[in-house]
């Protein structure tokens, strides 16, 4: 039987929702995850320190008993934020980056910045306190083709911006192109990337394989074969600027399932068995732990875990659906073989 033994990984991109939902899906993230950063884009978005306190402790009271599982919190930056707000963050102690959505980009974005300029005080203050900055790179623009907005978002947005910023720690998260991949791997010291499974697995065919599959929708959208490659070689190549975020982000089955389907695909179900699969795909396994349970820590300056999990190369089909709270949630590969299980998680 093929086992693979890894230092315990984190989820460094997560959405785990709020209330019955929350209560549905944070075990699964708690099962494999010693710790994960928690994306804030809930309504109304967690924008403030005392938001983030309130929703950190309906996390912890969801999670299953004797769960050790450790959320790590996020701020959502709007045209609002005050400096003063960023440094109560770092004094709270549990909130561990500050998460940049263009205004319009994505799910309950609206709230998000509509000028960069206009946070221009708050992010001094980050690069002065080493406050990591957590970006959705993508151009919301209605004229940027849907396929282009990572890449116009990087000459437009970020690399200007970190050039004016030039002590700013930034994470581009689930980063989708071969742009990408060269623009993290060649930029400055302090900017790294997350990559979500679903972008190793699939480019975006998987979104019309047959007719239009809601299932395969998130966002930034799937991409070209070329730059699932560019990825795959990213995650794989043992670079500490590439680290596990699932950007697993539920969403009700008729909201998917719709005439105008939200985008976010779950995954948390199978999420490090899926990473496991990507990595074998190229014959990369012994990689899989600095990215899956190294990179980030040591990125975010936290410890790295001292216990372990181990999976098993033994096939397994997850439910077509899952309980969603009030709702059905449809999981990634749901009614489908998943390649590797779970197989033990061992205290240190
Ligand atoms: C995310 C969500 O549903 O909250 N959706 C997604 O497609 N990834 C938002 C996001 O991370 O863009
Ligand atoms: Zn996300």
Redesign the pocket.
């Known amino acids: 039987m093929t086992t693979v033994t890894l230092r315990r990984p984190d989820d460094w991109h997560v959405?785990l929702r709020d209330g019955a939902a929350l209560g549905a899906v944070v075990k699964f993230t708690a099962e494999r995850f010693g710790r994960a950063i928690v994306?804030p884009?809930l309504k109304p978005p967690i924008a403030t320190v005392e938001l983030a306190r309130g929703y950190r402790d309906r996390i912890l009271a969801a999670l299953p008993q004797n769960s050790r599982f450790e959320p790590l919190l996020t701020l959502y930056l709007t045209n609002d934020t005050t400096p003063q707000e960023i440094d109560r963050a770092r004094a709270a102690g549990f909130i561990h980056g500050v998460k940049l959505y263009p205004a319009g980009a994505?799910?309950?974005s609206d709230a998000g910045v509509t000028d960069i300029a206009k946070v221009s005080g708050v992010l001094a203050r980050m690069e002065n306190i080493g406050m990591p900055l957590l970006v959705?790179g993508e151009s919301p623009h209605p004229d940027v083709d849907v396929f282009d907005r990572e890449t116009h978002f990087i000459d437009a947005v970020l690399q200007p911006l970190l050039g004016r910023f030039p002590g700013l720690r930034v994470v581009f998260e689930?980063i989708t192109t071969a742009r990408a991949v060269e623009f993290v791997a060649g930029a400055r010291a302090g900017v790294a990337a997350t990559i979500t499974p679903q972008h190793l697995l699939h480019n975006r065919n998987a979104i019309f394989s047959g007719g239009i599959r809601p299932h395969y929708y998130?966002?930034p959208i799937l991409k070209r074969e070329g730059d699932r490659q560019a990825l795959l070689g990213a995650a794989t190549g043992g670079t500490p600027r590439f680290f596990l975020g699932t950007?697993s982000?539920p969403?009700e089955r008729a909201t998917k399932e719709s005439a105008c389907g939200?985008?976010?695909m779950f995954t948390a179900h199978a999420a490090l068995e899926l990473y496991a699969e990507a990595f074998e795909s190229v014959g990369r396994l012994d990689r899989l732990e600095g990215f899956a349970s190294c990179f980030g820590a040591d990125f975010y300056r936290l410890p790295r875990h001292d216990d372990t999990i181990t999976l098993v190369k033994e096939s397994w089909v997850p439910p077509q659906v899952y309980d969603f709270g009030h709702g059905a949630l449809v999981p990634y590969r749901g009614g489908e073989p998943v390649a590797w299980r779970i197989a033990d998680s061992r205290a240190a």
């Open positions: 959405h994306m884009n994505t799910t309950h959705h689930h998130c966002l950007d982000a969403h939200c985008a976010g």
